[in-house]
């Protein structure tokens, strides 16, 4: 088992920073591709930006693209998202995801209801 942790959100104006943390407990971390998603409200959850085990291969969705940045410290057994320029678009509640599989498989729309763990979430409000 491995448990999940997020941590950081808030409440922000549009144009600020907000940085995520996900602490992960239980088995090695670093066998596990690291993930961050987000929910909307009535919508569905979507990918946001991934890692792999090795933090040698990241992804990000074309939305957040050159304003977030992934990344993990193996030692802290923790990933962050480090969230510039929001815009109230990214207004959700965003998840941790830890899977087995690869960081690029990570981001297809169908790993979502296959993902190894997730963890509980935390609000990202932002404020036009």
């Known amino acids: 088992q ?17 940085r995520l943390s996900c602490a992960a ?11 961050w998603f987000r ?10 930006a991934v890692i792999s085990r090795l933090g040698r291969s990241i992804y990000y969705a074309d939305s957040v693209q050159g304003r977030f940045t992934i990344s ?20 959700a509640v965003y998840y941790c995801a830890a899977d087995q599989s690869t ?13 190894d763990y997730w963890g509980k979430g935390t609000l990202v409000t932002v404020s036009s």
């Open 2 to 18: 491995v448990q999940l942790v997020e941590s950081g959100g808030g409440l922000v104006q549009a144009g600020g920073s907000l």
């Open 103 to 115: 960081a690029q498989a990570m981001t297809a729309p169908s790993r979502l209801s296959g993902m």
């Open 72 to 91: 993990r410290d193996n030692a802290k057994n923790t990933v962050y998202l480090q969230m510039n320029s929001l815009k109230p678009e990214d207004t």
């Open 25 to 35: 407990s239980g088995r090695t971390f670093s066998n596990y591709a690291m993930g």
């Open 39 to 48: 929910q909307a409200p009535g919508k569905e959850r979507e990918f946001v």
